[in-house]
């Protein structure tokens, strides 16, 4: 057999898959792939302002960084999601696959609905956070930053479950802000309005359905569609006909980087670095040391990290802590040094700014415990601000404060305000 | 009748680079290199007119940045030149490229497998962990373990501190990575075989052993602890080929007061009361030095330099035995026109890389079982680039230099010396490979340099053509290599040097050797290093 495949000729006929992979080689002409909603995008791309999401050309901001910030906040924003990792998990075995796999308890989680969550490693270090969509009682939709399908597979070993990456069949779009609601129900979208937060339903759409979540990454009423690669361009179009009363504008991800900072809000490997890409072991971050440890859920069964995650909690040998600072002031402290005593360096700030909603000075900082934890006194941020080539050095007093920063009644409001 | 300093045996990188330290020291060093020209393995050379030969090592990672700055090599003339990636062709009339884009490469992937595709970072993870372990302990002297020395105690105990810092998982990791095969290592990340061939590459270039030897992980991470100006685990082209390492080192060597003497063989070392007292050429022309540099690899030095009766025999017994396997040959090809391969889009950046055609762990690990049988490979195993897609230096416009390195090759045919008729059989083994990937390709070829082990050991003097100097393998490392109790760069017989890939950290156009060399002979004449830059930090 060996020698026969060392004799063979370099083969002509080639077989279907083959074919398929042949066709696709293509791809190294282009580094950034446009989303399904690409032509919509890049008509409104007035900054021409692109950044690199996932291998995808994603817009930083396409008029105004700071009105599309707005957008959210006032009328409805749209943005694109598409490059978020997305994974299929379906099976008879999908429910207790990812029990196993996940933090928090999957049994709890209903057919339409959806949980934030997290995963970890053997040694219980964050591989990622996400959200887990239940679609139906065997079929899943886990939503993440980062990519993980040979650990999901690796995984699935001894479950009846099938677990399928379809990023890029799927597109999706984040409609989020006051006047979100209305848009979908002029849109004809009917029944939208009994969806709670966290609730999900399928809706006709061109031929087809559209999964449609009241979640979002802003902290405020909101809504997530998820369509097949197909029918994005209608669902766009849809919205924005039905948006054009309601204020509805595109934007890119300053902008929403924002709202997510203000909803206290974390992003993997801005905010902690994920398990499989820290190169350097003491950037590896447990649930506990990044905010997540209310995920955890020791009543379940065995899930991946939990040996480790109740070793590390009954030697008290957490070292981090992911915490919400007020700063004075009103100078964004974006990667600021924090200090105990103005001296000792007690952490880094990761995400920073003013927040228009909260009209504070807002952060996320991870903080070596105790700091932030039991000690959380006498917390100083050293802030260095570039003001026409000098640094203008700023010592601000910080705050440990509860996130989110923001608390919005309209997110969670039922029936969904009709602005 | 003038007593140099310093006399170095052989004018490659190493014996330049040590030359070059020792010369800035103060001392008046003479280089004394048995070809017209110096370089060693690393040369340039016109062997037909109007094209520059990198005609044994070819592309340019681990040459330390540091010294590249103490040497003011860029002064000299020094440009690496990063590259665009590399493929395997495989034999579907498909090819797996390497991109440097990071999502172009997993898309890439992904062609044949999405789990592969998304297993890469974890991979890259962890070998960039074991090189970030590794990368300091180049520029130090290996300690002795057995010493009780404050020095030794020391590195020691560096050595031990940096291993206890590692987390339990990177240890395990680190000792599979010493001992394992590149074929397990690599099962434990990708499930497809032509990705896991891809990668395999590394892990038995200039190795006598075969992808599923033990050992070769180790290899594998030898060829990814270089780096093109910060950019770690890149591979470039020295701008010039090879040779512009080397002569941009006899530029410095020169400008700085030394003396290269080419057509100068060494016959002997002029040995003593145990004590080196200079070299006596082939000619019979003795010449003096207070102490002597072997560039030369540790078989040469002490079976063929050194009478044995100045040796101890245990020394002996292990530089017989240290394992120094010819398993490669090169196919150097001046071409007049740009090869074309019809799997590969025309304005495929893979062209500017490094392309392969063994496509699976079996192909590569029969073409191993050739070699043991003392065969060169049926089917070989090719690393094969043309630089001039990126140096204009090399060759005129339009016009290529194609270089193929070429596993195995067995320092003897079926036991008996290498004849002219083997060469060409060898030569026709590489280029039917190629023209089955690209027709037309013979019609290309201008000229050919065609180098079995036998005529890289004639010309540059490695001990059956092994580009390392010996393997790589985890029993001839740090402390081991070359031989116990003389891993300091220090023989049996006073004042007498090693400085080659033989020793401590191993081959490749590194100059780790000739610089640590440098500056043990430097303390020990109680001279100042402070024109040598410590290792880079590693952050």
Known sequence: ?419 | MKAWDAIIIGGGHNGLVNACYLQRAGLDVLVVEKNDWVGGAATSRELTPGFLYSNCSYVCSLFRPEIMRDLELPRFGLQVISYEGGAVFTRDGDYLANYRDHDAHRREFARFSKRDAEAYDRYARDVTRQCRFIQPLLMRTAPDPTSLRPRDLGELLYLGKKFAGLSAQEMALTLRFWTMSISEFLDEYFETDVIKANFALSGIIGTALGPMSPGTAYVLLHHYMGEVDGSVGAWGYARGGMGAVTKALAASFKASGGTIRTGAEVDHVLVGRGKAKGVVLAGGEEIYGKLVVSNADVKRTFLKLVEEKELPDIFLRRVRNFKIRGSSGKVNIALDSLPEFPALPKDSPVYRGDMHFTDSMERMERAYDDWKAGRWSADPFLDMVIPTTLDPTMAPPGKHFMSCFVQYAPPRIAGAEWTDADRDGFAESVISQIAEYSPGFRDRIVHMEVRTPRDIEAEVGLTEGNIFQGELTFDQLLFNRPVPGYAQYRSPVGGLYMCGSSTHPGGGVMGAPGRNAAAEILRDLAKSTSHMSPAHDVI
């Open chain 1, 1 to 419: 057999m060996a020698q026969a495949i060392r004799k063979k000729p370099v083969s002509k006929s080639v077989n279907a898959a083959v074919s398929a992979r042949i066709a696709a080689q293509d791809h190294f002409r282009t580094l950034r792939l446009g989303t399904p909603f690409q032509p919509r995008i890049d008509a409104l791309a007035k900054t021409q302002d692109w950044y690199n999401w996932a291998g995808c050309r994603a817009p930083h901001s396409l008029w105004d960084e700071e009105l599309e910030y707005f957008a959210i906040r006032s009328q409805a924003a749209l943005f694109d999601i598409s490059p978020m990792t997305k994974y299929r998990i379906e099976g008879p075995d999908a429910e207790a696959f990812l029990d196993r796999v996940t933090l928090r308890d999957v049994t709890k989680l209903k057919p339409g609905r959806v949980h934030y969550t997290a995963w970890c490693d053997d040694e219980g270090f964050v591989l990622d956070d996400g959200t887990l969509f239940r679609l139906s009682p065997k079929r899943f939709r886990l939503c993440s930053q980062e990519r993980h399908l040979p650990w999901l597979l690796d995984s699935a070993i001894g479950f009846d479950v099938t677990v399928e990456e379809e990023t890029e069949a799927v597109a999706g779009l984040a409609l989020q802000g006051p006047t979100s609601f209305a848009v979908l129900r002029d849109a004809g979208f009917a029944g939208v309005e009994k969806l709670k937060i966290f609730d999900l339903a399928d809706f006709p759409h061109d031929g087809g359905t559209v999964g449609i979540s009241r979640t979002g990454f802003t902290g405020d009423l909101g809504y997530e569609l998820f369509v097949p690669a197909d029918k994005a361009l209608s669902l766009w179009d849809r919205l924005m006909k039905a948006g054009v009363l309601r204020g509805i504008r595109a934007i890119g991800y300053t902008a929403l980087n924002r709202a997510r900072l203000e909803a206290g809000l974390i992003v993997a490997n801005a905010d902690f670095t994920t398990a499989e890409h820290a190169i350097r072991a003491d950037r590896l971050r447990m649930p506990d040391e990044i905010g997540l440890g209310f995920m955890i859920d020791l009543e379940k069964g065995h899930f991946n990290g939990r040996r480790a995650i109740l070793e590390t909690r009954a030697k008290r040998k957490l070292r981090h802590m992911l915490v919400g600072l007020e700063i004075e002031g009103n100078i964004p402290a974006e990667h600021a040094i924090v200090y105990h005593k103005k001296s000792q360096e007690v952490g880094l700030v990761s995400a920073a700014m003013w927040s228009p909603m909260a009209k504070r000075n807002i952060a996320i900082a991870s903080l070596a415990r105790p700091y932030g934890d039991t000690m959380v006194e006498d917390l100083w941020v050293e802030i260095y601000a570039m003001r026409e080539l000098q640094y203008q050095k700023l010592m601000k007093r910080a705050k440990v404060v509860a996130r989110p920063f923001i608390k919005l009644d309209r997110r969670t409001a039922n029936p969904p305000a009709d602005f």
